[in-house]
């Protein structure tokens, strides 16, 4: 078997190995590559009410992220999402994967999502999470004035349909 042939068949075996076993390393870029699934709801709280009420529940939400390799480095995915009921509210939810400049091996690297929202109301949230609380979906919310209440979205990682509870 030829020098080409022989990496080809380890890395088709790394491959299927990490598919099998759940691993998130993606071998041919030498990243390590992480996936999160969950679920975007947008909400409204009107005055007097104890808990929200869904307006646009259970949005699928998918990414994938990698973890950088060299101090001062940051990796960055982002979606947008926006519903209009009874307020026009758009929310830009970015998450990152943070390496600082001191650690010289990337191993205390940790992530953040954040939340810029915009539209009848603007409003800012952010939460930093280690690895192992960021997977397999990170779990937060963001809330903005909106009329007398609030209005606001939770990104959560079961569904709302399913179990009732943002």
């Not at 759940?22 to 992480?34: I, P």
């Not at 982002?78 to 307020?87: G, M």
């Not at 919310?141 to 609030?150: D, E, I, Y």
Request: aromatic share 16%; charged share 15%; glycine share 8%.
């Amino acid at each position: 078997m030829t020098a080409k042939k022989t990496g080809f068949c380890f890395a088709l075996i790394g491959l299927l190995y990490c598919h099998i076993f759940g691993e998130n390393t993606a071998l041919q870029t030498g990243h390590e590559q992480y996936s999160a699934s969950g679920f975007v709801s947008f909400w409204v709280l009107n005055e007097g009410d104890i808990l929200p009420r869904p307006v646009n529940a259970d949005i699928p939400l998918s990414f994938s992220i990698k973890k950088p390799q060299n101090p001062g480095y940051v990796e960055i995915e982002s979606s947008t999402f926006s519903f209009v009921s009874p307020f026009e509210i758009r929310a830009k939810i970015s998450f990152f994967y943070i390496c600082e400049k001191t650690d010289s091996d990337c191993s205390k690297s940790y992530l953040s999502a954040q939340v810029k929202i915009s539209g009848s109301a603007a409003g800012f949230c952010g939460a930093y999470f280690s690895k192992q609380d960021f997977f397999p979906f990170p779990v937060m919310f963001c809330s903005v004035q909106a009329g007398k209440g609030l209005a606001g979205i939770t990104l959560h990682r079961k569904s709302y349909l399913e179990t009732g509870k943002l």
